[in-house]
Each structure stands twice: as C-alpha cells, then as structure tokens.
C-alpha cells in the first residue's frame, strides 16, 4: 500500500492573531472602531423601531378609512375618544386582575398607564392626525402601501382637541400636488389676468 500524502496546510503553522498593547495608538483604533458600529447599530434599531411605531399609528387611520368618501370632524374625534385612546382598556384590566392585593403594579401595567395618560392628555390639549376630512388627502391615503412611513409626509395633517370638537388647525398642509393646487391658486389671486412677456 502506498503511503498516504499528508496535505500541506497541516505543517504549516497557522498565522498568528496580532496582539496590540492595550495603550498603543492601534488599540484605541480598533476601540474606536467597535463604539462607532455599536452606535452605528443602536441607531439603526432605534429607528426602526420608531418608524415601527409610526407605521401602526398612521396604519389604524388607513383601516378606519370609509370604503368610500371621507369623515367628518365628529365621526373623526369619536374615532379617537372611543377606539384609538381606549385599545389599551382590556389589556390593563387583565393585568390589574392577575396583580394581588397589595402588590406593587407590574412595569407593563405602569407603562401602558402612562403612555394611556399622555395620548389622553396629548388629545385634550392637540393631537395631530392625518386629515381624513379633506378628500384629495383621503384619496391619496388610499394610495399607501403600509409600509413607507416617509410617504405620510405627502399628506394633509390636522390638530384636533377634545376641548374644542368643531375646530381644527391645519399643522402641516401637505407637500403632494393634489393637495397644495388648492393653495396655489388662491395664492395666485389673478393668475389668469397675468401676461407673459415672450
């Protein structure tokens, strides 16, 4: 029988990992390397997360859109008193009735306390929602696929607040031609009287 050939990357020795003095002006390097990826990654999650957030908000007005048409002020401001500030209800109820008697809350029951308290506190004084009462808005809305949260700033923002239900404040108008016609041509009072020098 012949003898069996040994490969050569077994008799060689494998390379060495380079160790670096941890003053040397190479290990601060390498240091500053890793912080930045870790914050690099830190931001890269923090803002999915919030564009996660965003999408669901901006998600359950798409949903409660009519099949057809747009809402009015009150069928939009009972939207929200009644189904957007109170989907946390049964969720807090349950927590309430698993913690014993004289226990302190759970962290999520805290948690959905307040984040119930500031959107009920960020509805009395103004909540700025997507205008589902301007028609050009809603027809563009429907044109959203749900996942591209920058495609919201397209469309038509109004400040609502429980204190005063028959009023809105327009809080961004919009940067979608559609919307922004209708303020072009009433800032061009005489647009139709105007010559063009050729």
């Known amino acids: 029988m012949a003898p069996s050939k040994t490969s050569k990357t077994s008799t060689k020795s494998s390379k060495k990992e380079k160790i670096f003095h941890p003053q040397s002006r190479k290990a601060d390097q390498l240091s500053r ?3 930045r990826k870790d914050k690099l ?3 890269v999650s923090s803002r999915n ?5 965003l999408a669901d908000f901006y998600g ?4 409660s859109m009519p099949a057809e048409g747009t809402l009015t002020l009150e069928e939009l401001h009972s939207l929200i008193a009644d189904v957007w500030l109170k989907r ?3 969720e807090l109820e349950t927590e309430r ?3 014993r008697k004289g226990r302190p ?5 805290s948690r959905l306390e ?8 960020q509805y009395r004084t103004g909540f700025e929602v997507i205008d589902l009462t301007h028609p050009e808005n809603v027809t563009l809305f429907r044109t959203w696929d749900q996942k591209e949260v920058p495609f919201i700033d397209l469309l038509r923002f109004i400040r609502i607040c429980s204190a005063s239900p028959n009023t809105f404040v327009v809080s961004r108008p919009g940067k979608h031609y559609s919307i922004t016609k209708d303020l072009l041509a009433q800032s061009l009072p005489n647009s139709g009287d105007m010559e063009l020098d050729t």
């Open 33 to 35: 390397k890793a912080q």
């Open 41 to 43: 990654v830190s931001l």
């Open 49 to 53: 997360k919030k564009h996660d957030i």
């Open 60 to 63: 359950f007005f798409y949903h």
């Open 88 to 90: 946390h209800d049964e």
């Open 97 to 99: 009735a698993a913690r």
């Open 105 to 109: 809350k759970s962290v999520k029951e």
């Open 114 to 121: 307040d984040l119930t308290l500031r959107e009920s506190e």
